[in-house]
C-alpha cells in the first residue's frame, strides 16, 4: 500500500510525540524531496518546440531575402535613411536566429558548466 | 564617478559628429557612385548611367577598359578619374557577387570558425573575413561593410550569453567602447596624414608594420604568460602592473564590479584609446584591448575576453550605422556568415565555462602569432613599391600573396581545433567529476 500524505504526516507526529523530532524532520524531508523531484525533470526537458518554430521562423526570414535577392541588394544599398533595412535585418536575424542556435545547442545537450 | 561616466558617453558620441565619419579600417569611401550601367555607347566609348535615386549621366570608358567589361542592368560602383576631366571613369566594380554554392559554403564555414573564435576570445573572425570575402570577388568597400554588419549582430549574442554566465562587466564595456570610438578618430586622422604624405604604399607598410610589431610582441608575451600558467597550477595571478596601477589613487577612480578591479580612469582611458587606434588601423582593436584589460587593467582572460564582446558590439553598430547610410552593406553576405557564426559564437562562449583561464590566452596568443605571419609576408612587397628593395619578381610576389592568404586561414582552423579539444575535454572532465558526485552521493 502506498503511503499517502496524511499517513506521512501522521508518522512525523507520531515521531515527534514520542520524543524523536530528528526522524520526524526525516520523513517530512523526503515529501519535500518527493515534491521537488518532478519540478527537476522539468527543467531537464529540453526545448524541441521553441526550436523547431525559430528555426522555421529563421528559415522562412533567409527564404524571403535570397528569394527576393534582386530587391533586397537594390533597396538595402540605396544608403542614408534606407541603412535602416540592412541594420535592422542584421538585428531581426540576431534575435530569431541567435534564439534558435541557443537552443539547438541546448537540444544538442551542449550547456555551460554548472558550478557543483 | 557617475558624472564621469556620463560626460564620457556623451564625449564619446559626439566625437564622431564632430569629425568625419569615421569607423573601425577606415570611412566610407565618398567619392563613389552607386548605379546600374543601362547602354553603352561603342563609337563614342559612352555609358549611360542611372544612379541610385533616378538621376541619369553618360559617363566615358577610360582606354585601358574594354566595352566587354561593361555589364548592363547589374548594381555597380564606379569610382571617377577627376584628373582625366569630367565624368570619366577610373574604375568599376560589381557591387553584387553571383552566389555559387562553394562560395555559399565557404562563407558558411568561416562565419562558423570566426564566431566560434570571436566567442571563445572575444574579438576574432575579422582579420580573415574581410580578405575571405575579397578572395570571394567582393570589392574591398563592401566586404568591409559586410563584415563590421555581421560583426555587431554576433557580439551581441556573444555578450548576452557570456553575460549570463557572469563574464561581462558591462560598465568596463562602456567606458573601453566609447573610449576606443574616440580611439578610432584619432586613428583615422593619422591614417590620413599617412596617406596624404607617403601615398598608398607608404599607408600599407605602416599599417603592416605596426600590425606585425603589435602582433609580435603582444603575442609573444601572452604566449609566454600562457604558458607559465600552463606549466603551474593554471590559475591567474593579476600582473604586476596591473596591481601597482591598482594602487595609484588619481581622480577619478572607477569601480569595474565584475572585474573586481577599481581603477583610475587615468589607466582605462587610455587602453580604451589605443584599443581604437588599433582598430582604425589594423581592424583588430581586440587584440591589443584583451591584452590592455588583463595586463594592465587588471581583469581576469575570462572577464577581459567576454568585455570585448561588448566593446566590439559598441563599435560594430557604430561602424555598422556609417557603412549602411553610405549604402555599401551586402547583407546577403552578412546574412550567410550570421547563420553560422550566430552558433558559433555561442558555442565558443560556452566552450570558456570548460576551460581555464590560460586557454584563453593560449587561443589568442596563437592567432596573433600566425596572422602577424600572414602580414609580415605582405612587407616585402609593400617596401618594393616604396623603392626600399629590388622589385620582386612575379613568382616570389604571388608566392607572399598566397602565403598571406592561407595563413590567415591556418590561423582561423588552427583556433577552431584548438577550442573544440580544450571544450570536449573539459566536458568529459566534467561529465566523470559528475559521475563521481553521483556515485559518493548514493553510495
Same mark, same amino acid.
Given at each position: 500500500m502506498a503511503?499517502? @500524505?496524511?499517513d506521512?504526516?501522521a508518522?512525523?507526529?507520531a515521531?515527534?510525540e514520542?520524543?524523536?523530532?530528528?526522524t520526524?524532520?526525516?520523513i517530512?524531508?523526503?515529501?519535500?524531496?518527493?515534491? @521537488?523531484?518532478?519540478q527537476?525533470h522539468?527543467?531537464? @526537458? @529540453?526545448?524541441?518546440?521553441?526550436?523547431?518554430?525559430?528555426?522555421?521562423?529563421?528559415?522562412?526570414?533567409y527564404?524571403?531575402?535570397?528569394?527576393?535577392?534582386?530587391?533586397?541588394?537594390?533597396?538595402?544599398?540605396?544608403?542614408?535613411?534606407?541603412?535602416?533595412w540592412?541594420?535592422?535585418?542584421?538585428?531581426f536575424?540576431?534575435?530569431?536566429?541567435?534564439?534558435?542556435?541557443s537552443?539547438?545547442?541546448?537540444?544538442?545537450?551542449?550547456?555551460?558548466?554548472?558550478?557543483? | 564617478?557617475?558624472?564621469?561616466?556620463?560626460?564620457?558617453?556623451?564625449?564619446?558620441f /559626439?566625437a564622431?559628429?564632430l569629425?568625419?565619419?569615421? &569607423?573601425?579600417?577606415?570611412?566610407?569611401?565618398k567619392? %563613389?557612385?552607386?548605379?546600374?550601367?543601362?547602354?553603352v555607347?561603342?563609337?563614342?566609348?559612352t555609358?549611360?548611367?542611372?544612379?541610385?535615386?533616378?538621376?541619369?549621366m553618360?559617363?566615358?570608358?577610360?582606354?585601358?577598359m574594354?566595352?566587354?567589361?561593361?555589364?548592363?542592368?547589374k548594381?555597380?560602383?564606379?569610382?571617377?578619374?577627376?584628373?582625366?576631366?569630367?565624368?570619366?571613369?577610373?574604375?568599376?566594380?560589381?557591387? &553584387?557577387?553571383?552566389?555559387?554554392?562553394?562560395? +555559399?559554403?565557404a562563407?558558411?564555414?568561416?562565419?562558423?570558425?570566426?564566431?566560434?573564435?570571436?566567442?571563445?576570445?572575444g574579438?576574432?573572425?575579422?582579420f580573415?573575413?574581410?580578405?575571405?570575402?575579397?578572395?570571394?570577388?567582393?570589392?574591398?568597400a563592401v566586404?568591409?561593410?559586410?563584415n563590421?554588419?555581421h560583426?555587431?549582430p554576433?557580439?551581441?549574442?556573444?555578450?548576452y #550569453?557570456?553575460? #549570463?554566465?557572469?563574464?561581462?562587466?558591462l560598465?568596463?564595456?562602456? +567606458?573601453?567602447?566609447v573610449?576606443a570610438?574616440?580611439?578610432?578618430q584619432?586613428?583615422i586622422q593619422m591614417?590620413?596624414?599617412?596617406?596624404?604624405t607617403? *601615398?598608398?604604399?607608404?599607408?600599407n607598410?605602416?599599417?603592416?608594420?605596426?600590425?606585425?610589431? +603589435?602582433l609580435v610582441?603582444?603575442?609573444?608575451?601572452?604566449?609566454?604568460?600562457?604558458?607559465?600558467?600552463?606549466?603551474?597550477?593554471?590559475?591567474?595571478?593579476?600582473?604586476?602592473?596591473?596591481?601597482r596601477?591598482?594602487?595609484?589613487?588619481?581622480?577619478?577612480?572607477?569601480e &569595474?564590479k565584475v572585474?573586481?578591479v577599481?581603477?583610475?580612469?587615468?589607466?582605462?582611458?587610455?587602453v580604451?584609446?589605443c584599443?581604437?587606434l588599433?582598430?582604425?588601423?589594423?581592424?583588430?582593436?581586440?587584440?591589443?584591448g584583451?591584452?590592455g584589460?588583463?595586463?594592465?587593467?587588471?581583469?581576469?582572460?575570462?572577464?577581459?575576453?567576454?568585455?570585448?564582446l561588448g566593446?566590439a558590439? %559598441?563599435m560594430?553598430?557604430w561602424?555598422?550605422?556609417?557603412?549602411? %547610410?553610405?549604402?555599401?552593406?551586402d547583407?546577403?553576405?552578412?546574412?550567410?556568415?550570421?547563420?553560422?557564426?550566430?552558433?558559433?559564437?555561442?558555442?565558443g562562449?560556452?566552450?570558456?565555462?570548460?576551460?581555464?583561464?590560460?586557454? %584563453?590566452?593560449?587561443?589568442?596568443a596563437? +592567432?596573433?602569432l600566425?596572422?602577424?605571419v600572414?602580414?609580415g609576408?605582405?612587407?616585402?612587397?609593400?617596401?618594393a613599391?616604396?623603392?626600399?628593395?629590388a622589385?620582386l619578381?612575379?613568382?616570389?610576389?604571388?608566392?607572399?600573396?598566397? /602565403?598571406?592568404?592561407?595563413t590567415?586561414?591556418?590561423?582561423? *582552423? /588552427?583556433?577552431?581545433?584548438?577550442?573544440t579539444?580544450?571544450?570536449?575535454v573539459?566536458?568529459?572532465?566534467d561529465?566523470?567529476?559528475k559521475?563521481?558526485?553521483?556515485?559518493?552521493?548514493?553510495?
Open positions: 503511503i499517502t @500524505k496524511f506521512q504526516h508518522m512525523a507526529a515521531f515527534s514520542a520524543g524523536e523530532p530528528e520526524a524532520r526525516e517530512l524531508k523526503d515529501t519535500g524531496a518527493q515534491k @521537488k523531484q518532478p527537476a522539468h527543467q531537464a @526537458k @529540453k526545448p524541441y518546440l521553441s526550436t523547431v518554430i525559430l528555426g522555421v521562423l529563421s528559415l522562412t526570414a527564404y524571403y531575402v535570397f528569394s527576393n535577392e534582386k530587391l533586397v541588394t537594390d533597396v538595402f544599398t540605396r544608403g542614408g535613411i534606407y541603412a535602416i540592412p541594420l535592422g535585418t542584421a538585428l536575424v540576431s534575435f530569431i536566429h541567435g534564439a534558435f542556435g537552443n539547438l545547442l541546448t537540444v544538442l545537450g551542449l550547456e555551460a558548466k554548472k558550478s557543483h | 564617478m557617475r558624472k564621469f561616466l556620463i560626460v564620457l558617453i556623451i564625449a564619446g /559626439l564622431p559628429l569629425s568625419s565619419p569615421a &569607423f573601425a579600417a577606415g570611412p566610407p569611401p567619392d %563613389i557612385l552607386k548605379g546600374v550601367f543601362t547602354q555607347d561603342a563609337q563614342q566609348r555609358v549611360s548611367f542611372t544612379k541610385d535615386g533616378g538621376e541619369v553618360t559617363l566615358t570608358l577610360p582606354e585601358k574594354a566595352l566587354e567589361e561593361v555589364s548592363l542592368n548594381k555597380v560602383m564606379v569610382s571617377l578619374d577627376t584628373h582625366a576631366g569630367p565624368g570619366v571613369i577610373k574604375e568599376v566594380d560589381r557591387m &553584387f557577387m553571383d552566389m555559387t554554392t562553394s562560395k +555559399v559554403v562563407l558558411l564555414l568561416v562565419g562558423m570558425i570566426g564566431g566560434l573564435l570571436s566567442g571563445f576570445i574579438s576574432g573572425g575579422a580573415v573575413l574581410t580578405p575571405a570575402m575579397m578572395s570571394l570577388g567582393v570589392p574591398g566586404a568591409v561593410a559586410t563590421m554588419c560583426k555587431f554576433k557580439a551581441l549574442v556573444g555578450t #550569453k557570456r553575460f #549570463k554566465y557572469g563574464q561581462v562587466d560598465k568596463l564595456a562602456a +567606458v573601453m567602447g573610449t570610438t574616440i580611439g578610432v584619432l586613428g591614417q590620413k596624414y599617412i596617406l596624404n607617403y *601615398g598608398n604604399a607608404g599607408s607598410l605602416y599599417v603592416s608594420v605596426i600590425f606585425v610589431a +603589435v610582441l603582444v603575442g609573444g608575451y601572452v604566449f609566454f604568460d600562457a604558458y607559465k600558467l600552463a606549466r603551474g597550477d593554471g590559475g591567474e595571478k593579476v600582473s604586476k602592473l596591473a596591481l596601477l591598482q594602487k595609484m589613487e588619481l581622480w577619478p577612480m572607477m &569595474f572585474a573586481k577599481r581603477i583610475s580612469a587615468w589607466v582605462t582611458v587610455p580604451g584609446l584599443t581604437g588599433l582598430a582604425a588601423t589594423i581592424a583588430v582593436g581586440g587584440f591589443v584583451v591584452p584589460m588583463i595586463y594592465v587593467v587588471g581583469a581576469s582572460a575570462m572577464v577581459a575576453s567576454a568585455t570585448e566593446i558590439f %559598441i560594430g553598430a561602424g555598422s550605422v556609417q557603412w549602411g %547610410i553610405s549604402g555599401l552593406i547583407i546577403r553576405l552578412a546574412l550567410l556568415l550570421l547563420s553560422t557564426s550566430l552558433i558559433g559564437v555561442q558555442l562562449a560556452l566552450g570558456t565555462t570548460y576551460v581555464k583561464d590560460y586557454m %584563453i590566452k593560449l587561443v589568442m596563437s +592567432v596573433m600566425v596572422v602577424a600572414s602580414r609576408a605582405m612587407i616585402p612587397g609593400y617596401l613599391a616604396l623603392n626600399l628593395r622589385p619578381d612575379h613568382g616570389m610576389a604571388t608566392f607572399l600573396d598566397g /602565403l598571406s592568404f592561407w590567415l586561414v591556418a590561423a582561423l *582552423g /588552427l583556433s577552431g581545433i584548438i577550442i579539444i580544450a571544450m570536449v573539459g566536458m568529459m572532465k561529465r566523470a567529476e559521475k563521481v558526485l553521483t556515485a559518493v552521493s548514493h553510495g
